[in-house]
């Protein structure tokens, strides 16, 4: 067991009894170990030195009596408490920051598959009405029933037509909005 100087014992008491500035001596001491045992977690100088700030803030808010309980009674060692929420604050920020940036590629992905496509099938929907309008009465009428599920057979029966009268219009109302289609696309 290593021997702890006498100003360490003297600023711990004074610490336990509400000398904040008491812990600001500790705090310069324990700087760089804390914050290397920090940077060894995040790799990253600003969130090394933030995650070490906070752990000392955390400590400057426990209460007094608090204080005296945890350090003085149950003579808890206060530097190893230090590295020990250290680790603690890092491992939580690490997983903070996964979770955030796993949420964020789903809320990507999300957008990035579903606004492109509705704006498209908008695009395609709209357009496509115009091009539908463009053919004949008897053209529209048929591909609509089309569109809308009915067969050949029933299209036939319904306007008194032959079915190969409906499959052709079918097939040249087809032709005639892929044509009308490549040229508005181009």
Known sequence: ????????????????QGDNNALGILYKQWLPE???VAFRYLKSTEEAEDVVADCFEKLIMLPVEKRQQKFIENQINIKALMIVIV??????HLKTTKNRGRIIDTIKNLWSSTTPNL?????TEENFESLFF???DKEQII?????DGF???EISAQLNISE???????SISRNKIRELWAIFME
């Open 1 to 16: 067991m290593e021997k702890k100087p006498i100003a360490f014992h003297l600023n711990l008491i004074l610490f336990c």
């Open 151 to 153: 067969t050949h057979q």
């Open 34 to 36: 804390l914050y290397l």
């Open 119 to 123: 704006v498209n099938q908008k695009f």
């Open 143 to 147: 591909l609509k029933l089309n569109m």
């Open 134 to 136: 463009c053919l004949l």
């Open 164 to 170: 190969k009268t409906i499959s052709n219009t079918l």
């Open 87 to 92: 680790k603690n604050k890092c491992l939580d």
